[in-house]
């Protein structure tokens, strides 16, 4: 079986779900997706420690869909996530783009002031008649 790509939506199974558990519930729940997927048993699927990252990192918080790709290997169902460089940079949580937002908010782009307007506002000052 060549590799195929499964979208797995975890958000049904995990609302339900406890969580401090969410993060082992949800890797068991991708193993059974993709056992029901392939025809194999449990014992038969292996997940990559990238896709472990990913669940841990992300997914168990926002409970989005997972893309991963399965490929089959004597009977062995391997699981993937669909790219690695989703495994390598999670998404951001809601948390984290607001603090982003709020410390590009604190620190507001001031105008450089111009050298020669300042000169000039001198030596207007000093030519003034008193």
Known sequence: MPEKLL????????????????????????REAVAHYTKTDLDKVRLDPSLNTLIFKSHYRSMLPIK??????????????????????????????????????EAPAQKPKRPDATKAKENGAENKPK
């Open 68 to 105: 991963v790709t399965v490929t089959m290997d004597n009977g062995i169902a391997k699981v993937k996530p669909l790219s690695d460089k989703a495994a390598a940079q999670p998404e951001k949580t809601k948390k984290e783009e607001k603090n982003d937002k709020k410390k590009a908010k």
């Open 7 to 30: 979208t797995i939506n975890i958000r049904k199974y995990l609302v339900t779900q406890p969580r401090v558990k969410r993060h082992r519930k949800a890797a068991a729940f991708i």
